[in-house]
């Protein structure tokens, strides 16, 4: 099993930062992508970015220039910096890990992101 804990949500104005972060817990070593995926209200939960094991990242094509996401492989946890917020960021955010041996996602319980006009 593997255990994701987010933190760093909030509110903020348009043309603001904020960081979260997800911190990881047990199989560890079993993990080979971890990500951040979002849901508005009324929307599907769809892909932010994602990081692989090797360094590698992807970004939708909504976030590309404004969001980063890293990984601080000796704290088990990544992190998705937000610049640039825009209120159609507004959603829950969700930290993914997941694990290609078992075919197993691993979800955290989300973090509330609001961005006010």
């Known amino acids: 099993q593997v255990q994701l804990v987010e933190s760093g949500g909030g509110l903020v104005q348009a043309g603001g930062s904020l960081r979260l972060s997800c911190a990881a817990s047990?199989?560890?070593?079993?993990?080979?992508?971890m990500g951040w995926y979002r849901q508005a209200p009324g929307k599907q939960r769809e892909l932010v970015a994602v990081?692989?094991?090797?360094?590698?990242?992807n970004y939708a094509d909504s976030v590309k220039g404004r969001f980063t996401i890293s990984r601080d492989n000796a704290k088990n946890t990544v992190y998705l910096q937000m610049n640039s917020l825009k209120p159609e960021d507004t959603a829950v955010y969700y930290c993914?890990?997941?694990?290609?041996?078992?075919?197993?996602?691993?979800w955290g319980q989300g973090t509330q992101v609001t961005v006010s006009s």
């Open positions: 993914n890990a997941y694990d290609a041996g078992r075919v197993t996602d691993y």
């Open positions: 047990g199989r560890i070593f079993s993990i080979n992508t």
């Open positions: 990081i692989r094991r090797i360094g590698s990242t």
